[in-house]
Every structure is written in structure tokens, then in C-alpha cells.
């Protein structure tokens, strides 16, 4: 079932599941000019179409689960009787329970605007090139950029978006915390570390890690990274330290792309 771009009214979708990202979902499709239903909590899109298509009464085009991953095969047997496409937002889980994926690769919290959607990639994956067409299609209405994904890969991709997100918070915590043990209040310390971290961020999309490393590693100062160390014992960050330095030596000596 393609999506129409110049007539996105025409498509109803079912957003289901009122948690981070649905809520964000359901107000960007809207916005897109989708007839969304939703979010719906559980078991409401039974209440929200029929199973039979008829003048008076409706049938679901897609229905988008937004659920925990543990639960999207059973919110899919909820939606099948209801909805003629079935998809799921989830860069982890396979298509053994949906006809397509849609993964926005950014991290919500539910009060994200419409517009979070624009500029960002989209994982997009489809058991027949139909299902890919419509989850690639809903990715360009929702002014992302759609990245075709096969489940082979799904946990390398994963796992790519755990390393750029999840862990850049653990590394930043460990910041904070230390700037914290010489009595910066953690506020404050975030404050003045943010500029570095903007900046390091900035250098490694303009120049990959390699070229964008510097520091004591770089530099081959093996007395300040032995400080540094002995620094993070009385907090327990000497183990994560140690992980961290190791992988930044083999970076640093890695040789030039
Ligand atoms: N948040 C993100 O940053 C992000 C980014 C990309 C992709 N995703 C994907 O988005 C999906 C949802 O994640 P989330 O962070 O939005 O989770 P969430 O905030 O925990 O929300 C999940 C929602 O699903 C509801 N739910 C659970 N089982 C259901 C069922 N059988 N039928 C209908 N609703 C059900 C939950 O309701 P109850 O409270 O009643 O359990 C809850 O409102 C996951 O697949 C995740 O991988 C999330």
C-alpha cells in the first residue's frame, strides 16, 4: 500500500503505544498530514477501527508499534485483525512479527516537537520491496533520511547507536563525577565541560577520531595517564579508565585512514 506524499490524509495510521517516542510519532505524523490515530494505550486500536472495511465503519492503513521490543509480537497479533500494514520502531528486533521497521536513529524523551525527525537517519527495513517502499516513504514525510537496513546487521547497527548514544552518557557521567570529587557542583560541571565535548564531537564529523585525537595518549605522556589513573581508583572509574585508554592507544596508533 504506497503512501501517497501529496495526499498523506488519505493514509490512516494507528500509532500504538503512548510512551517516548510514540507520543513524539503521533504529533510528527500529524503534523506530516496523516490521519493518526493515537497513541493508543493497549488493546485500543480494537476500539479504534473494525475488522471488516465497510462504508460506515473503518479500516486501519498501518498500524505503527511504539512498544517496548519484549512486546511487539503480541501488540502485533492485537493489530493484524485491524491494520493492513503492521510496522515497528525498533533498531534491534527483526521482521519476524511485522511487514516493516522504521528506527529513528536519535534518542526521545516524549516532548521532542515535530521537527526532531528532520535531518536525522531512519533505519528502514520491509519483508516485501512494498513494506520497504512504504516505511522508506514514511521516513521522507517525516523529513528524515531513510537508511535501508538489513536484519543481518540489525545488531551491529544496534549496537553502532548504543556506542553513540548510551555509552557517550556513561563517559560523561564519569566526567562529571570527577569534576565533582574536587568540589565543582555537578551543574557547573556539565557547564564547562560541554564546550569540550561540542567541540570533540564537532572534530570527530569533520575529521574522523584518529585525526581528531589529542591528549595525553596522543602524545605518548605516559606519566599524566598513570595520574589520571591512580585519580579514578577512589571513585571505582579505574576499570572503565583502563577499558577506555586501552581502545584510545590502539586508536591513536592505528595508522591513517
Ligand atoms: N525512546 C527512544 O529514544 C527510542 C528511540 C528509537 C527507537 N525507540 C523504540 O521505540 C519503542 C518504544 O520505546 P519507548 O522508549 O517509547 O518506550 P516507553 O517509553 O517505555 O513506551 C512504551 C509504551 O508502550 C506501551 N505498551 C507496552 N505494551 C503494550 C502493548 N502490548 N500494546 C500497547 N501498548 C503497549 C507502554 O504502556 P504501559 O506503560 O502500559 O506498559 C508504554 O506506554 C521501542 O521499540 C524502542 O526500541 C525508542
Redesign the pocket.
Known amino acids: 500500500m504506497p503512501l501517497s506524499a501529496a495526499a498523506p490524509h488519505e493514509t490512516t495510521i494507528a500509532v500504538?503505544?503512548?510512551?517516548?517516542?510514540?507520543t513524539v510519532l503521533a504529533r510528527a505524523l500529524r503534523a506530516a498530514g496523516f490521519d493518526v490515530r493515537g497513541p493508543?494505550?493497549?488493546?485500543e486500536i480494537a476500539n479504534t477501527s473494525t475488522t471488516e472495511s465497510t462504508e460506515n465503519t473503518e479500516r486501519i492503513d498501518i498500524a505503527l508499534l511504539?512498544?517496548?521490543?519484549s512486546?511487539?509480537s503480541?501488540?502485533a497479533d492485537?493489530a493484524r485483525p485491524h491494520a493492513d500494514l503492521i510496522g515497528?520502531?525498533?533498531?534491534?528486533?527483526s521482521l519476524d512479527s511485522v511487514d516493516f521497521s522504521i528506527?529513528?536513529l536519535?534518542?526521545?524523551t516524549?516532548t521532542e516537537a515535530p521537527d526532531v525527525f528532520h535531518g536525522i537517519g531512519a533505519a528502514v527495513a520491509g519483508r516485501t520491496p512494498e513494506a520497504l517502499a512504504t516505511a522508506e516513504q514514511l521516513a521522507r514525510a517525516l523529513g528524515a533520511r531513510p537508511v535501508v537496513l538489513d536484519d543481518a546487521h540489525r545488531a551491529e547497527y544496534h549496537a553502532a547507536a548504543s556506542f553513540a548514544s548510551n555509552f557517550v552518557l556513561t563517559v560523561l557521567d564519569a566526567a562529571e563525577q570527577l569534576a565533582h570529587a574536587v568540589g565543582i557542583p555537578r551543574d557547573e560541571a556539565r557547564d564547562l565541560l560541554a564546550p569540550l565535548v561540542r567541540q570533540s564531537v564537532d572534530n570527530w564529523v569533520a575529521v574522523g577520531a584518529k585525526e581528531a585525537l589529542t591528549g595525553p595518549i596522543a602524545r605518548g605522556d605516559h606519566t599524566t595517564v598513570a595520574r589520571q589513573r591512580t585519580a579514578t581508583v577512589p571513585l571505582d572509574l579505574e576499570h572503565l579508565f583502563d577499558a577506555l585508554a586501552d581502545s584510545t592507544r590502539v586508536l591513536a596508533e592505528r595508522p591513517a585512514a
Open positions: 500504538v503505544g503512548a510512551g517516548r517516542l510514540g493508543l494505550v493497549r488493546d511504539c512498544v517496548p521490543d512486546a511487539i503480541d501488540a492485537a515497528h520502531v525498533s533498531g534491534a528486533t528506527h529513528p536519535q534518542t526521545f516524549g
